[in-house]
């Protein structure tokens, strides 16, 4: 077997090879798709495009709710005595919020009342309902990300 004859049947072999290993890599590719399309379409009916963040909420959200260890009867009032006081205090942090609305409500009937005595005119279009009003589109939301265009101090052409 000469050199030329062995170049050959290696390429052969090797194109042979390639093609088997293309062939199979093609169909490890399309095997690959099929699944993320099988996993897309499920997690589309569950609402999320991506399963990682199906995965995520799961892992986040839907936990079953922890039970309490066995307490024995001091340690049961002591915890149902914390939970009364929490609940006493939000409430108690409740109406000091529903006691600053009224207070506030009350200044804003107050300031209106006096406006009405201090200038009907001026009372009548405070009280002036106007329809059709949409948000200004012009108006920029506050960001803390930086401009796309940056400022150049070196730019004199302003």
């Known amino acids: ?39 897309r379409k499920e997690a589309a009916s569950r ?6 963040y199906e995965l995520m909420k799961n892992i986040l959200f839907y936990r079953e709710p922890r039970s309490l260890p066995a307490l024995n009867s001091e340690d049961m009032e002591r915890h149902l005595t914390i939970l009364r006081a929490q609940s006493i205090t939000k409430k108690a942090a409740s109406d000091r919020r529903k006691a600053e609305r009224n207070r506030k409500f009350a200044a804003m009937v107050s300031a209106y009342e006096a406006l009405e005595k201090a200038d009907p005119r001026l009372y009548e279009e405070a009280c002036k309902q106007e329809s059709n009003i949409t948000f200004p589109r012009q108006m920029r939301v506050p960001t803390e990300t930086p401009p796309i265009k940056i400022w150049d101090y070196l730019d004199n052409d302003k």
Do not use: C, H, Y
């Open 1 to 39: 077997m000469s050199f030329g004859g062995l170049a050959t049947s290696i390429s052969t072999r090797a194109r042979v090879v390639l093609q088997r290993s293309t062939e199979a890599t093609v169909a490890a590719r399309a095997a690959r798709a099929a699944a993320k399309a099988k996993d």
């Open 47 to 52: 609402g999320s495009l991506n399963p990682r």
